[in-house]
């Protein structure tokens, strides 16, 4: 694609975006068939008499959407941030499987409908889309979350940037602001995907947060500068934070909380599903339990090192079993746990008591007392045996 | 059953259980086969020189088992307390279900030998055993649970008595006791399945629990009166908490808990599966994610009511299979079925017609309505058939 045409497509795709709020499936799949412009084009001759044109609506002839597309391209540059087409090499592609998900339509939920993949991106900050997403993990939940859930959201972020995983998020208040927190204070990368232009900051008290994310990794929106976060974006949005990274961990999330749609989608997209549990005594955990209960394939992960297990290549980042601390008691045979535990801490008895008291066979204690003894586990007496000294328990 | 055969297989039992640890396969098998007077007549005769007389081992030719048993027995009889036996009346014979699971032997867990039902049990207190049991559900959990943990124990034993079930549990420290404590302030039963006899409390400061438990619900043991709580009973025991309810809870458990134990019982005899997760930071909840986290079907369940969905749901399954009242139309072929269907109350129908309605093959409208009609299903008329009056309906 030469530059001119490249240039015409961006124009065209920032243009298309303004008359037709982003996921829109009829859009995105006639783009994919003729490309930007020649839709543009058709769209404003009045060539789409059709559910396209009803979707672009009152937007359509109010203003010539060319000039609105070459107004927010220049606020765009002078703001240091630039819109990012599929044509372009920093596309981040596995956006583009969203559009495998337009077709589960849920009617009863009418967001599916605005499942399709975006017609292009903002973006705000060094990095170039695709790296900066490629080995990532979402990280959200709910805005109040409690003093658990934004610790935990903090330590995961942290625990992920350390671990050279991207942290892509909301910017919300609670659990996303905290994530970003996290991933920016180990030095690490961490993505916002914002509902509104990357320009806007929303909430207004996460100005210096979005500000140095701006520095060190990227601010992405797929509304144009100046756009105002109106409610339903934010369900739009999700979407893309689904798509866009490898997996999603809800960290806290009431009962209807937003974050559980955004698992939801990472699901459809056969992205891994996970929940962080908490007390059941925590209505900010109540959607976290609600999720494990359902029938929906759902990982609980504790912290990093399981998260790490479900998003990271098989048998690279397995955790590890945790195990309570192991006594070398433990290690014995049953039979000798068994004679051990029949032994008095002072009165020797001989073996065959301890074997009645064990309730095993005689000549299991003969064999195995004076063993245990050399071992350190018993102690022999003239009469008998005792408990060991424990220098080896 | 005579009385006296009753009362010498109630003392042979009482025997055969001090010659050999509870949960013996081998002996289990021929108890059942040849009956316990028999099976110790011949093991006092040296007739078994094979693994169940080395499971004897040293208490073999110790003592006499029959003097021992009898005065197991009376020193139960002044106890209070009582020897029941799998042929008396109150005989929770959910028990004998864990025969199934001794053939599932891990080689890892050497434990699951000991896996066989109990030859008797003893109990001290005013209930029946069958009817303590039938509605039961088994708490159990950390012994050093936190604030969290034991609250919930004692939140959860309340509110199942409160709705009429029982709580099982092995009365040790932490969540086991607080369950018990939880049903006795509800007015509710609660059993405590102890690892020692019925006479002793273990642990010590749990000694007016127990008096309680006595008075208003059951103590239970499968070791006579005075035996002392040696450490590998208690994973014996835990068969039986698993075995005795329809499910088992577990509110708080460290990574190798015992109580994980009792859940991977009740998941062998095919009862639920329960685990109250909490605080990932918490020590106490590790044993809990790890069990939500492994392959096992387990329900994560945060209170009462999800228990109640997950043991109402396996009641089905145990007690005898509820059904509406049977009408003689359920007991037609599928085919007449769907026939009966195709009926209209007033305007008759051809054998054709019907056919076509039901969509099954003409011939067999053809050759199955007369055969309706003559028992009553249908109704011939001059021009078909309409649906029967009922008479035989």
């Known amino acids: 694609m030469s530059p001119s045409s490249h240039d015409d497509a961006r124009l065209a795709r920032v243009a298309l975006g303004w008359l037709v709020e982003p996921g829109n499936q009829a859009l995105w799949t006639r783009v994919a068939e003729h490309g930007p412009a020649r839709v543009l084009e058709g769209l404003l001759a009045g060539d789409h008499l059709d559910r396209l044109r009803r979707a672009a609506g009152a937007r359509l002839g109010a203003d010539d959407p060319r000039q609105l597309a070459e107004a927010a391209l220049e606020r765009t540059r002078r703001l240091g941030a630039r819109v990012v087409i599929p044509e372009d090499d920093e596309w981040p592609h596995q956006l583009d499987q969203l559009i495998g998900i337009c077709d589960l339509h849920d009617k009863a939920d009418p967001v599916d409908r605005d499942a399709a993949p975006p017609l292009c991106l903002w973006a705000r900050g060094p990095l170039r889309l695709d790296e900066a997403l490629d080995r990532s993990v979402a990280v959200v939940g709910a805005r109040a979350a409690s003093e658990y859930g934004a610790q935990l959201a903090q330590r995961i972020g942290y625990g992920l940037a ?117 007390p059941v005594t925590s209505a900010m955990s109540v959607g976290c339990h609600e999720q494990l209960r359902s029938p929906e394939p759902t990982t609980l992960v504790t912290g990093v090192a399981h998260i790490l297990e479900a998003v990271g290549k098989m048998g690279i980042d ?61 102690q022999r007496r003239a009469h008998g045996f005792i408990i060991g000294d424990g220098r080896d328990r």
């Open 162 to 278: 350390e671990r050279d995983w991207a942290v892509v998020s909301g910017g919300a208040y609670g659990v996303d602001a905290r994530a970003h927190r996290g991933a920016l204070a180990a030095g690490g990368v961490t993505v916002v995907v914002l509902a509104c232009g990357v320009d806007r900051a929303y909430p207004a008290s996460h100005t210096n947060l979005f500000e140095r994310v701006a520095e060190d990794g990227l601010l992405v929106s797929e509304w144009p500068p100046g756009a105002e976060p109106f409610r339903h974006r934010f369900l739009i949005r999700n979407r893309v934070i689904a798509a866009a990274s490898r997996g999603t961990v809800v960290v806290e999330a009431s009962a209807r909380s937003g974050s559980l749609q955004t698992l939801r989608r990472a699901g459809q997209l056969n992205r891994c599903r996970m929940v962080v549990p908490g």
């Open 318 to 378: 397995l955790a590890p079993v945790p195990r309570g601390p192991e006594h070398p008691r433990d290690r014995l045979a049953p039979t000798e746990q068994r004679l051990l535990e029949a032994l008095l801490i002072r009165k020797p008895l001989s073996s065959d008591e301890v074997a009645t008291r064990a309730g095993v066979p005689a000549q299991d204690a003969w064999r195995l007392l004076p063993s245990l003894a050399y071992r350190g586990f018993a």
